[in-house]
């Protein structure tokens, strides 16, 4: 089977989905303005914090976590963080930013097949194919597209396995970082996911776990994933790879001085 990334886009149906994350980052900034000064300026608290500084800004490859103590929201302040670095980065030479908002996912589901989980992983290969790059690592440069994508994953994503989704994700990103300036990946809210899909919601955090830590200190630009919750969820639990993980106060003025709040770029 010849891989190219216009192939699997129409073997998966990936192309109603390539550009949905546009339109939802759209739609969460409009609710941020639309709800106050004191949404935005939880958002803007985060964005403060050293954690989320040292990671936007260091060239190591690093995993962070967010968790709130707000009720459970499809759109909350980080929320409007995600899509605020989102379009700080989306500009920035050779670098390449992922995003999806579980939450928004969760209302505008229409499968009931199909896992929160699965939305995310397709949401995510999806962009990555749609990237101009990716198309050159497979079909290009001498490259067997086989070295990259084997037919048994192919055909495992098209069967819906989680597994085969992430392990090709896995390989692109894994390739792209060797071409790529930076590699960011912004998973909204997935505490709207976690109750009904643990497994695979950690398939899911450990697989991109581990692509971040197989390339450190090796060649290329460094992989930043970054999740949120707006409540708190076990799925942050430290691992035998301990991540980053900040803790959003329920009184920020106690903690910060947000009118510091400056962009991302």
């Not at 998966?12 to 980052?25: F, M, P, V, Y």
């Not at 086989?146 to 989680?162: A, E, F, W």
């Not at 450990?206 to 090796?218: D, K, N």
């Not at 301990?242 to 400056?262: R, T």
Request: negative net charge; contains cysteine; glycine residues 6%.
């Amino acid at each position: 089977m010849t891989a190219t990334p216009a192939s699997l886009m129409s073997l998966l149906n990936l192309d109603l989905i390539r550009d949905t994350h546009i339109s939802k980052i759209a739609a969460v900034q409009g609710h941020g303005l639309h709800r106050g000064t004191e949404f935005r300026d939880r958002a803007h608290w985060a964005s403060r914090a050293s954690q989320v500084q040292t990671w936007c800004k260091s060239d190591r490859s690093e995993l962070l976590f967010i968790q709130g103590k707000e009720s459970s929201e499809s759109t909350s302040p980080l929320s409007y963080l995600v899509s605020q670095i989102h379009e700080d980065l989306q500009d920035q030479k050779d670098t390449l930013v992922l995003s999806f908002f579980c939450g928004r996912d969760t209302i505008s589901q229409t499968n009931p097949d199909t896992t929160g989980p699965m939305d995310l992983v397709r949401a995510m290969l999806a962009q990555i194919l749609a990237l101009r790059k990716t198309a050159d690592i497979i079909d290009g440069k001498g490259r067997s597209p086989s070295s990259l994508l084997l037919n048994d994953q192919i055909m495992g994503m098209k069967d819906g396995n989680l597994s085969a989704y992430m392990a090709v994700i896995s390989a692109l990103v894994l390739e792209l970082q060797v071409h790529l300036k930076a590699i960011f990946i912004l998973v909204d809210g997935i505490d709207f996911f976690h109750s009904d899909w643990e497994d695979e919601v950690q398939e899911v955090i450990q697989g991109l776990s581990r692509v971040a830590f197989q390339r450190r200190g090796l060649i290329g630009g460094p992989l930043k994933v970054l999740f949120t919750a707006s409540t708190p969820s076990h799925c942050f639990e430290p691992s035998t790879r301990i991540p980053v993980v900040l803790e959003m106060p329920k009184d920020i003025k106690a903690h910060a001085d947000f009118a510091k709040f400056g962009r991302f770029s």
